[in-house]
């Protein structure tokens, strides 16, 4: 995504982007017992680890034109389930924490790695290339997933939740498919990228037409302007986290599975994920399932704007919420605790309310 901002501003100067501010939750609330970052290392830490490799089982799934789609289950023993979708970038490595956290508060996890990244099958021609043809095959692809689960059979409630382009990806599923979900919770979703103030649809003209005429010339999808293959990332000058323990077992984990890692993504990818966004935004008034929505105060990946916009237009659940963390980086599930703990606390407060059936929708 920073690559993307940097490139769009070799066209354009760079315009100033206005946040809103919205009402702030406590900072720091650790009742449901969470994950401390005083209990991490480099690597997570034993408990965590212990926990994955007892539980998590992995498998594989036949996506959009018989690409492989890898996934995760942690089953143990609950009546009620999450579904975790993932961001751009990301493998399931990166949740251990969050998966051993929700289970202790009585859960299911079934986690996938989209189409394209982390352990399923890559798409740009090379592993490192992020690309997708349609942003439909990401939700084609998570419709089959939620269906080879049979989650109502299973389990007495079942939720989604979502980071970043996961988000994108859950709103439209969400949009387009019956479900078995009772509330979804979005983290830092991907509504609107930070494109350094060009507006969409130049931005899209851009990487539309720059994607076409890549492929006049090569059989590869052309890079984001400057974007290149994998690169290993430290902490300083992140602009994902100030977690320093969170970022290092997140992303160490790139390096012990290199076959996870992948570069920036294509200008088809964009240009997809641009639209993609804006459907949601649109249309975010036929989701009739109670949504929370937690945004990350200092996220400069993701803008404010596009889940304001988002977040006003659902008008069919009275019981959707919206929540700001002042000081929060992207990557609210990898921050400090005093993000990370106030984000969660909110989420599992807002999940024991539906299980209570104190959350409401109405056509």
């Known amino acids: 995504m920073k690559m993307l901002k940097i490139s769009i501003l070799l066209f354009f100067s760079c315009l100033t982007l206005s946040a809103v501010t919205i009402a702030a939750a406590n900072m720091l609330n650790n009742s449901f017992q969470l994950s401390s970052e005083k209990q991490l290392d480099e690597n997570f830490n034993s408990a965590i680890n ?48 969050l998966a051993y956290d929700l289970s202790s508060q009585g859960y299911d996890l079934y986690l996938i790695d989209h189409r394209g990244q982390g352990f399923s099958e890559r798409l740009g021609g090379d592993k490192h290339r992020g690309h997708i043809e349609q942003f439909q095959d990401y939700i084609v692809d998570f419709d089959n997933y939620i269906l080879s689960l049979d989650l109502p059979k299973e389990y007495q409630h079942s939720y989604l939740l979502s980071h970043s382009m996961g988000g994108t990806i859950s709103a439209l599923y969400l949009l387009q498919y019956q479900h078995p979900f ?10 609107s990228i930070d494109l350094g103030g060009i507006p969409e649809s130049i931005a899209k003209i851009i990487t539309y037409s720059s994607a076409e005429i890549c492929s006049w010339f090569s059989d590869l999808p052309c890079y984001i ?12 000058d992140n602009d994902l986290t100030s977690s320093e323990s969170r970022f290092n077992s997140a992303f160490n984990t790139f390096e012990q599975y290199p076959e996870t890692q992948l570069g920036s993504p294509t200008m088809r990818w964009v240009a997809e994920s641009i639209n993609a966004a804006q459907q949601a935004r649109k249309n975010a ?13 200092d996220d400069s990946v993701v803008t404010a704007e596009g889940q ?13 919420q919206f929540i700001n963390i002042p000081g929060a980086k992207h990557e609210i599930l990898l921050e400090a605790d005093q993000y990370r703990a106030s984000a969660l606390h909110q ?14 929708c109405t056509r």
């Open 308 to 320: 304001n916009e988002f977040y006003e237009n659902i008008t069919e659940c009275a019981s959707t």
């Open 285 to 297: 008034a036929k989701i009739i399932v109670p949504v929370l929505v937690i945004q990350a105060g």
């Open 182 to 191: 009772q509330a979804a919770v979005f983290f830092s979703p991907m509504f």
């Open 225 to 236: 302007f400057g974007g290149s293959a994998y690169q290993q990332k430290s902490f300083i």
């Open 50 to 97: 212990s926990f994955w490799e007892k539980n998590a089982q992995t498998s594989y799934f036949s996506g959009v034109d018989n690409k492989d789609v890898h996934t995760v289950s942690i089953k143990t023993g609950n009546n009620k389930a999450i579904v975790i979708s993932q961001g751009r970038n990301e493998s399931i490595l990166k949740y251990k924490e």
């Open 347 to 360: 989420a599992l407060q807002f999940l024991n309310k539906s299980q209570q059936g104190k959350l409401t």
